[in-house]
C-alpha cells in the first residue's frame, strides 16, 4: 500500500476509483466528486460494489482509517492506495468537493 498525496489522488481520479470509508454523517458535510460511500465497517459486505481491475484510493477524515482500509484491499488481491492527510487536506486545498 502506498501513501499518496491529495495532487496524486486529484490526478487520479479519472483512472481509478475514489472509496470514501467515513461514517454516514461524516459524508453529509463534503465528498469528492464521484466517489463510493462504504463505511470502514461495511467493507466486507460490499466488496461486490469494487472492481478488483481498478486501482482504489481510500479517503477517510485524516488518513487513518483509509490506510488499514487500502492495505486490507491489497490483502484481498485489489490495488489500492490510501489518501494522506485524507478529507481535510483534500479540503483546505481547495479541491473539488460536493
Known amino acids: 500500500m502506498a501513501e499518496i498525496?491529495?495532487?496524486?489522488?486529484?490526478?487520479r481520479r479519472a483512472t481509478s476509483r475514489i472509496l470514501d470509508v467515513r461514517?454516514?454523517?461524516?459524508?453529509e458535510?463534503?465528498?469528492i466528486p464521484g466517489a463510493l460511500h462504504i463505511p470502514m465497517g461495511q467493507l466486507q459486505l460490499r466488496l461486490s460494489e469494487l472492481d478488483p481491475?481498478?486501482?482504489v484510493i481510500a479517503v477517510c477524515r485524516?488518513?487513518?482509517?483509509?490506510?488499514a482500509v487500502?492495505?486490507?484491499?491489497n490483502g484481498a488481491g485489489f490495488t489500492a492506495d490510501t489518501m494522506a492527510?485524507?478529507?481535510?487536506?483534500?479540503?483546505?486545498a481547495g479541491l473539488p468537493i460536493t
Not at 498525496?5 to 490526478?11: G, K, L, M, V, W
Not at 461514517?23 to 459524508?27: A, H, K, L, T
Open 5 to 11: 498525496t491529495i495532487t496524486e489522488a486529484e490526478q
Open 62 to 67: 485524516s488518513g487513518n482509517r483509509s490506510a
Open 70 to 73: 487500502a492495505e486490507a484491499l
Open 85 to 92: 492527510g485524507g478529507m481535510t487536506a483534500w479540503t483546505r
Open 23 to 27: 461514517e454516514d454523517f461524516e459524508v
Open 53 to 55: 481491475a481498478v486501482p
Open 29 to 31: 458535510e463534503r465528498m
